[in-house]
């Protein structure tokens, strides 16, 4: 149990994206069951189950789809909606026209300053075009980030990035990201390092990292994330960072993972409906536990605001 002078809050990012196949290969020809059948069917009647606010960060494949636009607006239930970017499917210096069977591994931030923002404005404007209003929260594909690129999500309005995965360094072959010694929890960061937490302005962006913790002997970090942790797992995860960071009035447990995992064969994880059943009931097994430890729930944006107001 937390102590009396920490709120914990739960925050889930979706990235939301077309259908996939095993390898994590985009699947030929493109489909979205995990938006036009997952969303509405699968995942949103899960969380209004335990009063959860997912956040589904969108892909620009998942915008220009008619279909998928439509099912977005007529979703029901709490839910915020943001962007996701991978850069090798935006202009400019756009690669990739059709992304049926594609695998992008650009990082955005491999990108000169001024061509990763202008991807991201014209993912934005995408945003605004397809459902009417600017959006506040993102996520890089591949986690793909660094301080050029907050900078740039500023500039365009953001309030909050969710691309930090603590204790992990990950290498493309145009740029590597090193989070090894980043926080593991919400921080506002320097203008010049995205590691690094920097002095509180009003309009900052808030960086707020996926939940892991770390494991000795080399072995990776284990996440917070259905599928990766067991329901005992998640727990253990829980009381780890209440535990490493008794002096914070605020603790947030960030959960995160693609749409494509609630649909079988559409990702590398759950292959059978038993398995896709396996991965949702300790999803919802592993939030409803949260909140009967005292945590309450909102979207990305929300949690900027939260952090703002204790600052």
């Known amino acids: 149990m937390a102590s009396k002078a920490q709120r914990i809050i739960v925050t889930i990012s979706i990235d939301t994206e077309c259908d996939h196949d095993p390898n994590w290969v985009r699947s030929n020809p493109l489909t979205f069951d995990s938006i036009n059948e997952g969303l509405p069917n699968r995942l949103q009647p899960a969380f209004a189950e335990v009063g959860a606010v997912p956040t589904y960060l969108l892909t620009v494949e998942v915008l220009e789809n008619n279909e998928c636009v439509q099912t977005l607006r007529?979703?029901?239930?709490?839910?915020?909606?943001?962007?996701?970017?991978?850069?090798?499917?935006?202009?400019?210096?756009?690669?990739?026209?059709?992304?049926?069977?594609?695998?992008?591994?650009?990082?955005?931030?491999?990108?000169?300053?001024?061509?990763?923002?202008?991807?991201?404005?014209n993912l934005s404007d995408l945003f605004e075009q397809k459902l009417g209003y600017r959006p506040t929260s993102f996520r890089a594909g591949r986690y793909g980030a660094n301080e050029q690129s907050l900078n740039n999500l500023q500039k365009l309005g953001y309030k909050v990035d969710s691309s930090v995965t603590p204790h992990i360094r990950w290498i493309e072959p145009n740029a590597i990201v090193d989070f090894r010694h980043a926080p593991e929890q919400p921080y506002f960061p320097a203008a010049d390092e995205i590691i690094v937490a920097g002095d509180y302005t009003d309009q900052r962006i808030l960086e707020v990292p996926v939940t892991v913790r770390p494991r000795t002997l080399r072995r990776n970090p284990i996440w917070f994330r259905p599928w990766f942790a067991s329901v005992d797992q998640m727990k253990r995860i829980f009381h780890y960072h209440l535990r490493r960071h008794p002096d914070r009035e605020l603790i947030n447990i960030n959960m995160m993972f693609h749409s494509m995992e609630v649909i079988e064969k559409a990702s590398p994880y759950p292959q059978t409906p038993s398995e896709v059943k396996r991965f949702i009931d300790d999803m919802v097994a592993g939030l409803d536990w949260c909140k009967q430890e005292g945590a309450e729930f909102c979207g990305l944006s929300e949690l900027h605001d939260t952090y703002r107001k204790a600052a």
């Open 74 to 121: 007529n979703l029901e239930g709490q839910f915020e909606l943001g962007t996701h970017l991978h850069a090798a499917f935006v202009e400019p210096e756009k690669k990739y026209f059709s992304y049926a069977g594609i695998d992008s591994s650009d990082f955005q931030c491999g990108y000169p300053e001024h061509i990763e923002l202008a991807k991201l404005a």
